[in-house]
């Protein structure tokens, strides 16, 4: 059947480059194929910086896509055809322009009915053509990515694509349907995957036909075990305990305390110690028998997540056993709540320490499903040490992902006790990455109060240490015309020393002439009062060495010896007064450094 090119497809379009949204997440591709809206209807990822990061990501991976399909129309005078593909709705156009010599000369001789693999590009107004169309055999099957199912909504599944260049990416994100995931339990996660890919007229990316990729017999067992509790509502990957229907009716405490009972009578430190000698058998059986199907809720506990802990470590030193796995998929199906115990996060700890990258990634990409500030809070109670950890497991894009989840409240989580470590470990993870210019702001806003913060300190000086040179310059001169008042604070004053170390010679010198300075209103030079304070005579240390070697290091000295007499009696000014009269020494007896 001829068919006529439309007038919208006959005119010569412009490439349409995606828009740069509002969160300055990277755009996309010019001409690449677009991602699947569908990542809107994700309940559980309100975040719109995620759902930026993960269509970008998923363009990148899939540009290279290669659809399958036959030319049904062919037009030899105007060079075009029609190509009818299941991956596709509607029929593709395609210009033998976009075809090799070769197959041109093929098309031109009988094209009709020949099968042919093509890329896709977004040609704007709803408009799609084939690109890098070439002539293949008709014994040509269609191309199957494969993956892994990361998280559930509830109309379907989305998946991360591991093939090509999904591994680089691996915040990528491919929706699939629940008709075309028949085949697993709801919920389970980290599952190995093969599918193919389909796009429709608006370019909505879908995972079709998915099955379970090779080498997932163990998990085709758990799916059938957690078929036979269905009833009870209890899947294997949810790490339930395997009890009797007397059972149903307690409360998860009930239920915490008879399994502490339980394990008190499985297990002990001499099983902990046996672990270690464990052959590869030996572990499998003990992980099937006894901790799969209550691996959380045991992670949670004293004694069985010590042994936990113990098949992690011994796993990683054994060869041919898939337990690291099976911990990583049920560690991601029951992140929160494991995390919500000391116990628990030694488990995830002892995973990030010993697991393969690619299972360490798929950990810290758990960060990703934390929402809201209190959600962090939650998990930063006993776990701010693996947060630090799955910080370094993370990309750029996942980085600012989290960094932009607890913006507008840098400064609160700053300034309190069990939140500035790990707030600071995000910050400095960040700072040498463009997303950090988004949240700089905020902490220049509130730069000065948090430094005199007995916990912000420590973040701004961290920052001041880790910060590129532009960066640096801006932290260090917010404290400019307050040296005098902030140098005797009892915390602040370590702030102003990290800036003097820091700072460039010339910012160095504009500190020390501050304090050197009389102004109308002060009877005597600020630096007098420093040198005999507590805390202030640690800063005028600082300016001593920095500026050794340099001009202001004499303006420094005479300003201070000027009022020596004053001095001498005062405990701090003393140390200060040493100093000086021991590099007079050294450099009168030769022994002074250059």
Not at 548 to 574: G, M, P, T, W, Y
Request: charged content about 25%; some cysteine.
């Amino acid at each position: 059947m001829d068919r006529t090119r439309s007038v919208s497809e006959s005119q010569s379009l412009p490439t349409y480059h995606l828009k740069k949204s509002q969160d300055n997440s990277p755009p996309g591709t010019a001409g690449s194929i677009s991602a699947s809206s569908s990542l809107s209807s994700l309940q559980s990822v309100p975040n719109k910086a995620r759902k930026d990061f993960a269509k970008y990501s998923l363009s990148k991976v899939l540009a290279d896509y290669t659809f399958l399909g036959n030319i049904v129309t062919f037009k030899p005078q105007e060079a075009y055809g029609f190509i009818r593909s299941e991956q596709v709705t509607g029929d593709v156009f395609f210009s033998l322009n976009h075809m090799d010599s070769t197959d041109k000369a093929s098309c031109t001789t009988g094209a009709l009915g020949r099968w042919v693999n093509f890329v896709i590009k977004d040609c704007g107004k709803k408009s799609m053509e084939a690109r890098r169309v070439s002539l293949v055999p008709s014994s040509t099957t269609v191309s199957y990515l494969s993956g892994r199912v990361m998280n559930w909504a509830k109309i379907g599944c989305f998946i991360q694509v591991t093939s090509g260049l999904g591994l680089q990416h691996l915040h990528n994100r491919l929706f699939a349907p629940l008709v075309e995931t028949d085949e697993f339990v709801i919920g389970e996660v980290g599952i190995g995957v093969t599918f193919k890919v389909h796009v429709d007229r608006s370019f909505r990316l879908e995972g079709r036909d998915v099955k379970r990729g090779e080498n997932n017999d163990e998990v085709s067992k758990e799916k059938d075990n957690a078929k036979v509790r269905k009833a009870r509502r209890r899947a294997v990957t949810e790490g339930s305990i395997v009890g009797n229907e007397e059972d149903e009716g307690a409360t998860e405490g009930e239920k915490l305390m008879s399994l502490k009972h339980i394990t008190n009578e499985e297990f002990s430190d001499e099983l902990v110690i046996a672990v270690e000698s464990m052959d590869a058998c030996d572990l499998s059986a003990l992980f099937d028998k006894q901790l799969k199907t209550r691996l959380s809720t045991l992670a949670q506990q004293p004694v069985g997540s010590k042994v936990v802990v113990a098949v992690i470590k011994r796993a990683a030193r054994l060869e041919g056993i898939n337990v690291e796995e099976k911990i990583t998929r049920m560690v991601m199906a029951n992140f929160k709540i494991i995390c919500s115990t000391k116990q628990g996060c030694a488990v995830v700890q002892a995973g990030l320490e010993n697991f393969y990258p690619a299972n360490k990634v798929m950990l810290a990409e758990q960060l990703l499903e934390l929402d809201t500030v209190e959600e962090f809070s939650v998990l930063w109670v006993h776990g701010s040490h693996i947060f630090s950890m799955m910080l370094g497991s993370l990309d750029e894009n996942s980085l600012a992902m989290v960094g932009f989840s607890l913006s507008g409240h840098y400064a609160n989580l700053s300034s309190h006790i069990r939140h500035y470590k790990p707030v600071r470990a995000l910050l400095v993870s960040l700072v040498n990455t463009d997303s950090f210019n988004e949240i700089l702001p905020e902490v220049e806003q509130e730069l000065v109060s948090l430094a005199c913060n007995k916990f912000g300190h420590f973040i701004i000086s961290a920052l001041i240490e880790s910060s590129p040179s532009t960066i640096k310059s801006r932290l260090i001169s917010a404290f400019t015309s307050k040296i005098a008042t902030l140098s005797i604070h009892q915390v602040c004053h370590t702030v102003i020393v990290t800036a003097l170390e820091q700072g460039t010679a010339s910012t160095q010198a504009a500190f020390i002439e501050e304090v050197c300075t009389v102004s109308t209103n002060q009877a005597d030079m600020a630096v007098i009062k420093l040198t005999k304070d507590k805390y202030g005579h640690v800063v005028v240390l600082a300016m001593l060495k920095v500026s050794r070697h340099k001009q202001v290091h004499n303006v420094l000295k005479a300003s201070i010896l000027c009022k020596q007499d004053e001095l001498i009696e005062n405990e701090f000014a003393a140390k200060v007064m040493k100093t000086i009269k021991t590099e007079f020494h050294n450099r009168t007896s030769g022994n002074y450094s250059k």
